[in-house]
């Protein structure tokens, strides 16, 4: 308490100082539980320590989405656990930022949400000395559309109508759209509380491609980070909207899975056109990954998700997230350490212990192609 | 700083040359202090100036008509009217509150509490100023936030036909009133401090001969307290203004922002320049950011503006208050 005495105009200029973001700077690399002879119950990194091919020792540092924080936080912590000297420092600092800070040389690899744009891989040429940036996916993740309405316990929406609700077109819970869709259940007469993010997000933007391509039209805006719809309220962060869902009646949002677990928020199944509507599970989200078309060309593995899939216990509500490294022209001195963090992230134990954490574990037929880019890299 | 040498056995004349050299160091110092302010203002200035040039020559919309914020789309729209009123509204309510408020605590402190209690009072309103924003958000979303529906309700009720009380749609209050409040909270131990102080120095002759012609305390507060106070009430206030203009974080937890602009300040929207940024600029790219710098200048001139007419008011007031008796 400085306040008193001499310094009263200063403390009053600090408090007028204000926090813009919070990074989160985890300290790298504490536990160091060389040989991984805890109890095998925690996280996998009990059975992770064998598999992993600790390359040369050094210091990575990356920056990038904050979805993918979580993951990258089990990954580092398994992998330097196991290989001492080693220290990963990710900052989740955001897509746009990561590959920014990437395409200036600071980072190693960035962490984002969307594949690169063309202009991004243009700038990218800069620091990749005759290469340029590739994405790796490299964690899965879905998108649960969480409700919290009385008396409903399991709820049924496809596209259109969840586009509808999100740009306030249907406003009540019992709106005819709803109850065809979910034929004895006992939709309250009460006003939907839509909740959307107010931050720019690779949530906001993979839901509204999924409106933009699933919905017939029912979604007006184009896709974009930004939430562009009028109506409904909005609060900041997954763990902002979740919050929101599980303490306003008649709430819906729309958060990654992890959050919707950690909230314990009921999540809506998907309509897509298959026999029975889609659960919003980490195995049916990885059908829709097993059957996505690459879109990158050589040895980016960009993925193209097909939203409208109408496969039998495919969720269609699905996101990647990617390394962005560069194919060749990666700084000399530690390739060999992100050729073998990155061999972890994709491997067996890698996938399984982001899977522990919300994550959805990519399918073999994925890994498998990842894999094999990441000796390439030069 | 300053070198006193404590009982110089050498007498006046080497005293003397000692405090003239450290006069020199110390006048040096504060004007550097001053100067480097002033480099500094400037280059702030200049870098949102130049960022914000950029910004505006991409901006597809109207910088000051769109309401939309969307500087990475293709064809870049983005706009602050919207964040204007916010940023406006929300302070206003704030200062109304707060002003009121801590010109209370602030006579019960300085004219009516006994001293065993004024005291340790003192210190707890200037404790609040030491709680990080962070927290008053928290506790705004968690709390503030769930115990505002009856007021909202009330308000709307009864003062309804008022338009801005009037609202137009359900949902939880997290809206630019309750922000108003959250922030007048926050903006409350600065003021109160400042005031309190100014009400302290009041000459005690002015209080006694108010007193000696027959006022009452409420007459001597308002006859010789209130009119020397009143350029310390208003710089206080400014002060106080100042942080709830540029509030982020807390306002950012609690309210629910969107690109509408609406004076029923009831209803769930609305937004303001620091809460925008902070969403905003994580993922933001070049051109989002620049909006943002561009968006920051235009907090920056307010914010100028409003110390500067503070200025004109306290210089305009000192010529008839009591001050200069």
């Known amino acids: ?106 980072v190693q690899f960035a962490g984002s949400d969307s594949a690169l744009k063309p202009a991004e891989v243009d700038a990218s040429k800069a620091v990749c000395t005759g290469g340029q940036a590739i994405d790796l996916p490299m964690a899965g993740g879905l998108i649960s559309l969480v409700f919290n309405v ?88 997954s763990a902002g909207v979740a919050a929101q869902v599980k303490q306003v009646k008649n709430s819906i ?86 050729k073998a963090f990155l061999g972890y992230t994709i491997s067996d134990a890698g ?12 399918p073999k037929e994925l890994t498998d192609k990842v894999n094999a880019v990441i000796p390439t890299l030069a | 700083m300053t070198s006193s040498s404590p009982a110089a056995p050498q007498g006046r004349e080497r005293r003397t040359r000692d405090s003239r050299v450290g006069d020199k160091i110390f006048m040096n110092l504060a004007r ?18 130049w960022r914000s040039g950029l910004a505006l020559s991409n901006n597809q919309g109207n910088f000051l008509t769109t309401f939309e914020w969307a500087p990475d789309a293709p064809k870049p729209v983005f706009g602050i009217p919207v964040l204007v009123v916010g940023t406006i509204v929300s302070a206003v309510i704030a200062m109304a509150i707060a002003v009121p408020v801590a010109i209370g605590i602030a006579l019960f402190i300085s004219h009516y509490a006994p001293r065993r209690i004024a005291q340790p009072f003192a210190y707890l309103v200037d404790l609040l100023a030491a709680v990080p924003s962070i927290v008053y958000g928290l506790w705004g979303a968690l709390f503030l936030v769930p115990h505002m529906d009856g007021l909202t309700s009330w308000l709307n009720e009864y003062l309804g036909w008022t338009y801005i009380f009037d609202q137009t749609k359900s949902g939880t209050p997290r809206n630019l009133f309750t ?35 027959g006022a009452t305390r409420w007459e001597m507060i308002r006859t010789a307290v209130l009119p020397f106070g ?18 982020t974080i807390a306002v950012a937890v609690v309210l629910s922002s969107s690109n509408v602009l609406s004076l029923h300040i009831l209803d769930a929207g609305g937004g303001t320049f620091a809460q925008n940024i902070a969403l905003k600029f994580a993922e933001a790219g070049d051109s989002g950011r620049n909006a943002l710098m561009a968006s920051g200048l235009v907090l920056f001139v307010i914010t100028l503006l409003v110390n500067g007419a503070a200025r004109l008011i306290i210089a305009r007031r000192k010529e008839y208050s009591g001050a200069n008796a």
């Open chain 1, 1 to 106: 308490m400085k306040l008193q005495r001499n310094g009263r105009s200063k403390a009053l200029a600090i408090g007028a100082v204000a926090l813009v973001s919070s990074l989160s700077l985890a300290a790298c690399g504490s536990d160091n539980n060389n040989g991984n002879t805890t109890a095998s119950g925690s996280s996998g990194s009990a059975s992770a320590a064998p598999a992993i091919n600790c390359g040369k020792s050094g210091s990575l540092i990356a920056a990038g989405s904050t979805a993918q924080g979580t993951a990258i936080d089990v990954w580092k912590t398994n992998f330097s656990g196991a290989c001492s000297g080693t220290t990963i420092n990710y900052q989740g600092v955001g897509s746009g930022a990561g590959i920014q800070q990437f395409n200036q040389g600071k």
């Open chain 1, 150 to 237: 009385e008396g409903v316990d399991s709820l049924v929406l496809d596209a259109p109508t969840a586009a509808k609700i999100f740009d306030s077109q249907i406003t009540k819970w019992n709106d005819p759209a709803i109850a065809a869709l979910n034929p004895g259940a006992k939709l309250p007469d009460a006003d939907i509380q839509s909740f959307h993010r107010s931050d720019d997000s690779g949530t906001t933007d993979n839901l509204t491609k999924y409106f933009a391509a699933a919905a017939n039209g029912a979604w007006t805006y184009p896709s974009s980070k930004t939430w562009a719809a009028k109506g409904g309220q909005s609060a900041t962060g």
């Open chain 1, 253 to 338: 949002s729309y958060v990654e899975l992890a959050f919707a677990q950690t909230n314990n928020l009921k999540s809506a199944a998907i309509n897509t056109g298959a026999s029975k509507p889609v659960e919003a599970t980490a195995a049916n989200a990885a059908t829709t990954f097993a059957k996505a078309a690459i879109s990158g060309t050589g040895s980016d593995l960009a993925l193209k998700l097909d939203y409208a899939t109408k496969d039998e216990g495919a969720y269609p509500l699905v996101l990647v997230t990617y390394e962005i490294v560069c194919d060749k022209g990666n700084k000399a001195e530690t390739l060999d350490t992100l």
């Open chain 1, 351 to 362: 996938q399984k212990a982001a899977g522990d954490k919300g994550y959805v574990p990519l």
């Open chain 2, 32 to 49: 550097g202090s001053g100067i480097l302010l002033l480099v500094i203002m400037a280059a702030i200035a200049g870098f949102l100036a």
């Open chain 2, 179 to 213: 922000v108003g409040i959250l922030l007048a909270i926050m903006v409350l131990p600065i003021i109160t401090a400042v005031t309190r102080e100014v009400f302290r120095q009041v000459p005690r002759m002015h209080e006694e001969a108010a007193l000696a012609l």
């Open chain 2, 230 to 247: 009143r350029p310390g009430i208003i710089s206080a206030s400014m002060l106080g203004l100042g942080r709830a203009l540029g509030e």
